[in-house]
């Protein structure tokens, strides 16, 4: 194959809607449990034969998490909110590079711990950043790709502090843990907002049950929502077993 044009402007390989897993994101606040459900999802999906990935922004590649590394130190806040969410942006282009677009392509199910909404509530809400610049930080990240079905865990602030101050024990909040119930609070309205406003993708589940409880529902609506893409996938599974499987008689 002939090396690309150096000033070519279609170089990607694999066109951000070109792809045939599914992509699932988890969002919510601090504490509302988004860890244990991505592995609870990911049991499920391996349970009907599909190859599933999990992963986590910023991170999910050794490049991101190193971004992540910095990011959640606080060493780039002096270089203000524009600048950090920039830099969220560039962590996750090389995640969807490196990780996420190559999986889905491959047919894999990506299940990813935040994504694109935690920018809009922490960047956007939090941060008060311009949306227009949130816009085009996302268009250069995304292109026409977004997440097929996006999970909001909603937990009440004052749980979500608790469980959070809980699980930090004696460490010290991380840049974007900081803050009182009143943070808490605009964190999950910011997230409820979105849940509402983008219903097509995004379903809010009540993440201050039991694990199990929530989980059970989280299956139910992914079967329920993604059914004609996990019957495929079925489907697709089957005639690879068929055509694995030797044909009697055959020479
Ligand atoms: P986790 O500890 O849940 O992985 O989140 C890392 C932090 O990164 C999270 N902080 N809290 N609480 C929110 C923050 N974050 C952003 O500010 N913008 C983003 O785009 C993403 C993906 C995360």
Sequence with gaps: MSEPHPLSLSENPLPRRRRSGCLITLEGGEGSGKSTQVATIRRMLEAVGIEVITTREPGGTPAAEALRETLLAGTFRKLG??????????ARIIHLDDLIVPALAAGTWVVCDRFIDSTRVYQGLVDGLDP???DLLETVALGALRPDLTLVLDVDAAIALQRARQRRGAASPDRFEAGDIARYQRIQAGFREIAARAGERCV??????PADVVGHEIENLIARRLFSRLRREKWRKHQDAMAETPVHGAS
Excluded at 204 to 209: C, I, K, M, S, Y
């Design 204 to 209: 809010l589940v009540d993440g201050a049950r």
């Design 81 to 90: 909110p524009e600048a950090e969410a920039v830099l969220f942006a560039a």
């Design 132 to 134: 227009h610049l949130l």
